[in-house]
């Protein structure tokens, strides 16, 4: 069975850095794109970042560029983003999902992990 | 960037009526377009990729339908668990969600 796990949420003060963790199993974690995607309360998805099968490309919509960055280690099916200088509007809940090819659906998404910036 | 614009924003269906929500490329996505599925509490679901693929598992009354800039997803007579949110999305260049579908059950 196909398993995304997320982890690292929790409250943190603006001006702040969180990681968070995705664990994956049931699946050869190191075939797939990986994608983080946010939901802020009662709003719309909204795409943050993804990553290569190998790590060696990354991608990010301008709204995250430079504060968030996007990494994996396959070695431990793991997948992972840091968050710096966190504003109040990135409070949302964060999902990783799995993507077979970089133009592919997201077909697998984990359980969410809720990140509030507040102070 | 490619804007996607999801109409309507909220509707309301009694059981067995045929559903469709639409989405509105703001460039060509070359059929590069999949629709979720998102009950409350919980996370997103795959139904339909490439415009019109069904997901493994994703029951037959849902069908998605389009190209160029314009796409549909149709339910062919609306159940109680069809009640959900959902969303298009497309994948040609980078990635770009629809502003979401409410579906409730009249």
């Known amino acids: 069975e196909v398993q995304l796990v997320e982890s690292g949420g929790g409250l943190v003060q603006p001006g702040r850095s969180l990681k968070l963790s995705c664990a994956a199993s049931?699946?050869?974690?190191?075939?797939?794109?990986m994608a983080w995607v946010r939901q802020a309360p009662k709003k719309g998805l909204e795409w943050v970042a993804t990553?290569?099968?190998?790590?060696?490309?990354?991608y990010y919509p301008d709204s995250v560029k430079g504060r968030f960055t996007i990494s994996r280690d396959n070695a431990k099916s793991s997948l992972y983003l840091q968050m710096n200088s966190l504003k109040c509007e990135v409070t949302a809940t964060y999902y990783c999902?799995?993507?077979?090819?970089?133009?592919?659906?997201?077909?697998?998404w984990g359980q969410g992990a809720s990140v509030t910036v507040s102070s | 960037d490619i804007q996607m614009t999801q109409s309507p924003a909220s509707l309301s269906a009694s059981l067995g009526e045929t559903v469709s929500i639409e989405c509105l490329a703001s460039e060509g996505i070359s059929n590069d377009l999949a629709w979720y599925q998102q009950k409350s509490g919980k996370s997103p679901q795959l139904l339909i990729y490439a415009a019109s693929r069904l997901q493994d598992g994703v029951p037959s009354r849902f069908s998605g339908s389009g190209s160029g800039t314009r796409y549909s997803l149709k339910i062919s007579g609306m159940q109680p668990e069809d009640e959900a949110d959902y969303f298009c999305q497309q994948s040609y260049k980078y990635w770009t969600f629809g502003g979401g579908t409410k579906l409730e059950l009249k």
């Open positions: 999902a799995r993507q077979r090819t970089i133009a592919a659906p997201m077909d697998a």
């Open positions: 990553i290569s099968t190998s790590g060696s490309r990354t």
């Open positions: 049931g699946f050869t974690f190191s075939n797939y794109y």
